[in-house]
């Protein structure tokens, strides 16, 4: 089980999960906004795609996969900046809407808000290690080593992982990619 020892960070309220939906905790955005050392990334690809506010409304449930500043490390965050519909698409891959699942246990199945199905197995979804969970006044936030991506077609994965760019470029300019 994921998420049994939930961990709040300092500043944050240590309430339970009976505090999901209440005044007494932070908004998921919150979280996410005090935690710059860890999700600062997060944070920036949130409003460069337009999903920060969302996160903010405690009329809404939530469960994010938020992966840690190092999980973009790999990927050209520049380029998904200036491309915020492709960016919207990967993060909409870590919301899940209208569910706050504190806890994950292995095998549970979720339908994220881009339509496509996200998997637990031990402590890990979709592969991708779980390494921190939290609990807002609107739901659950769970840090993830890196970006969930297995729903992105491979010519996606090429183009914003720095080191296949170039290869990405090459096949394109061969016009060897699908349009």
């Keep these: 089980m994921i998420g049994g ?19 007494s905790s932070p908004s998921l955005l919150d979280i996410v906004n005090g935690h710059q050392n ?3 990334t997060f944070k920036d690809a949130l409003g460069s795609a337009d999903r920060a506010e ?6 809404q449930t939530f469960t994010v996969f938020a992966p ?21 698409s990967v993060l909409d891959y870590h ?11 292995s095998g549970d199945t ?3 808000v881009q339509g496509d199905q996200i998997t637990v197995a031990g402590d890990e979804v979709e592969g991708t290690e779980v390494v921190v969970s939290a609990e807002g ?22 183009q914003v992982t720095r080191a296949t760019q170039r290869l990405h470029e ?10």
């Design 5 to 23: 020892g939930m961990l709040f960070w300092g500043g944050c309220d240590s309430g339970s999960a009976n505090d999901i939906g209440t005044e």
């Design 38 to 40: 860890t999700l600062g």
């Design 54 to 59: 969302p996160l903010d409304d405690t009329t």
């Design 68 to 88: 840690a500043n190092t999980a973009f490390e790999p990927y050209d965050t520049e380029l998904l900046a200036d491309n915020p519909e492709l960016y919207g």
């Design 95 to 105: 919301i899940v809407a209208g569910t706050a699942a504190a806890e994950l246990e």
């Design 110 to 112: 979720f339908t994220t």
């Design 137 to 158: 006044a609107n739901g659950a936030l769970h840090i993830t080593e890196d970006l969930l991506l297995t729903n992105r077609l491979m010519t996606d994965r090429l």
């Design 170 to 179: 090459t096949l394109e300019s061969a016009e060897m990619l699908e349009a």
